[in-house]
Antibody, heavy 117, light 108 residues
């Protein structure tokens, strides 16, 4: 069965960077796009971008260019998102999700990021 | 950016009641690229309805979706307690991919 297992909660200081992982299983990792989505507490969903692990092409929401960097490791079927120059505005739950055919059919459990000194 | 506006923001329904929530786009969306997700508190979103009217695996038949162009809707024919959740519409007709702000369905 398709599963996306994300890394655990992170507490980081302002100005630092963090990398969140999303390990895929149950399907061919290189054949599906992986998207990343942000959800601030009590708020809606915001699209960050996607990566296609087959050729590591990426597409970003303009809003997150310079903030998020998406990578993928085919050998471990893991997608990564690095967030840099963190501020309190980056405190949120971050989800990875697989694109099944222009919709997001499987989601990770979410990673909670807290930015605080 | 294609802004999706969902209404109402919050709705309350009694078990057995029929409910409809709407999603309006600032620019036309192809019906193939308009989708709905269900999210319960503390959980990940789940694909609920894809391409306007197709129920995702495991979604009860009391749910349905319709619409075209800039106006879409999700209907529950007879609400059950387990339907309490927030429902988000999402478009993939252009970049950036966008979500509506959600409709929170509460059960009376």
């Amino acid at each position: 069965q398709v599963q996306l297992q994300q890394s655990g909660p992170e507490l980081v200081k302002p100005g630092a960077s963090v990398r969140i992982s999303c390990k895929a299983s149950g399907y061919t990792f290189t054949s599906y796009y992986i998207h990343w989505v942000k959800q601030r507490p009590g708020q809606g969903l915001e699209w960050i971008g996607w990566i296609y692990p087959g050729n590591v092409n990426t597409k970003y929401n303009e809003k997150f260019k310079g903030k998020a960097t998406l990578t993928a490791d085919k050998s471990s079927s893991t997608a990564y998102m690095q967030l840099s120059s963190l501020t309190s505005e980056d405190s949120a739950v971050y989800f990875c999700a697989r694109e099944g055919g222009n919709y997001l059919d499987y989601w990770g459990q979410g990673t909670t990021l807290t930015v605080s000194s | 950016e294609n802004v999706l506006t969902q209404s109402p923001a919050i709705m309350s329904a009694s078990p057995g009641e029929k409910v409809t929530m709407t999603c309006r786009a600032s620019s036309s969306v192809s019906s193939s690229y308009l989708h709905w997700y269900q999210q319960k508190s503390g959980a990940s979103p789940k694909l609920w309805i894809y391409s306007t009217s197709n129920l995702a695996s495991g979604v009860p038949a009391r749910f349905s979706g319709s619409g075209s162009g800039t106006s879409y809707s999700l209907t529950i024919s007879s609400v059950e307690a387990e339907d309490a959740a927030t429902y988000y519409c999402q478009q993939y007709s252009g970049y950036p991919l966008t979500f509506g702000a959600g409709t929170k369905l509460e059960l009376k």
